[in-house]
T-cell receptor, first 109, second 114 residues
Framework: EDQVTQSPEALRLQEGESSSLNCSYTVSGLRGLFWYRQDPGKGPEFLFTLYSAGEEKEKERLKATLTKKESFLHITAPKPEDSATYLCAVLVTGNQFYFGTGTSLTVIP | NAGVTQTPKFQVLKTGQSMTLQCAQDMNHEYMSWYRQDPGMGLRLIHYSVGAGITDQGEVPNGYNVSRSTTEDFPLRLLSAAPSQTSVYFC?????????????FGSGTQLSVL
């Protein structure tokens, strides 16, 4: 059964305190791994797509990496505006996306 | 730049009532899908479509119907609403290309079934 697990469920950081979010997956036929950001009351917003182990993508204070079994979203020197829920999803053969339950990040000024 | 448009934003139903959640996209995307989001459960796929006239079931299809008569529209029908269908519903679309398979989401519909 295809499965996506995110950890931790919630994370509180001081402004400037770097950390990482984890997304582990057990799927057959991985076509891509995606990271999204979701603010309260809004739809998820696309951040990154990773397709193969060893791939990395960066955007401002965020960097996503991918191995054969997991992905990390590294947040460097976070700011309060980075507070949101971060979702990981995998696209598998059969055109289905499977989402993890997300990590709720709070950055304290 | 409308993107994916969902209506209504909020809806309250009584058990047994039926309704249709509307979803439209203006990006000429082949792929459209419906998710529900519940606390602690994440986003779960209800139904999806890879083109006009083609639909398929996702993880949690029971109690929901879809159809895809045009590329732009993908309505979700609740045939007889139940309290278990209280949730936030998101429509999402994608252009399935070589490296462009990301989902674009609507702003969601918050549904309460009493």
């Amino acid at each position: 059964e295809d499965q996506v697990t995110q950890s931790p469920e919630a994370l509180r950081l001081q402004e400037g305190e770097s950390s990482s979010l984890n997304c582990s997956y057990t799927v057959s036929g991985l076509r891509g791994l995606f990271w999204y950001r979701q603010d309260p009351g809004k739809g998820p917003e696309f951040l990154f797509t990773l397709y193969s182990a060893g791939e990395e993508k960066e955007k401002e204070r965020l960097k996503a990496t991918l191995t054969k079994k997991e992905s990390f979203l590294h947040i460097t020197a976070p700011k309060p505006e980075d507070s949101a829920t971060y979702l990981c999803a995998v696209l598998v053969t059969g055109n289905q996306f499977y989402f993890g339950t997300g990590t709720s990040l709070t950055v304290i000024p | 730049n409308a993107g994916v448009t969902q209506t209504p934003k909020f809806q309250v139903l009584k058990t047994g009532q039926s309704m249709t959640l509307q979803c439209a996209q203006d990006m000429n995307h082949e792929y459209m899908s419906w998710y529900r989001q519940d606390p602690g459960m994440g986003l779960r796929l209800i139904h999806y479509s890879v083109g006009a006239g083609i639909t398929d079931q996702g993880e949690v299809p029971n109690g929901y119907n879809v159809s895809r008569s045009t590329t732009e529209d993908f309505p979700l029908r609740l045939l007889s609403a139940a309290p278990s269908q209280t949730s936030v519903y998101f429509c999402a679309s994608s252009s399935f290309g070589a490296t462009n398979e990301k989902l674009f989401f609507g702003s969601g519909t918050q549904l309460s079934v009493l």
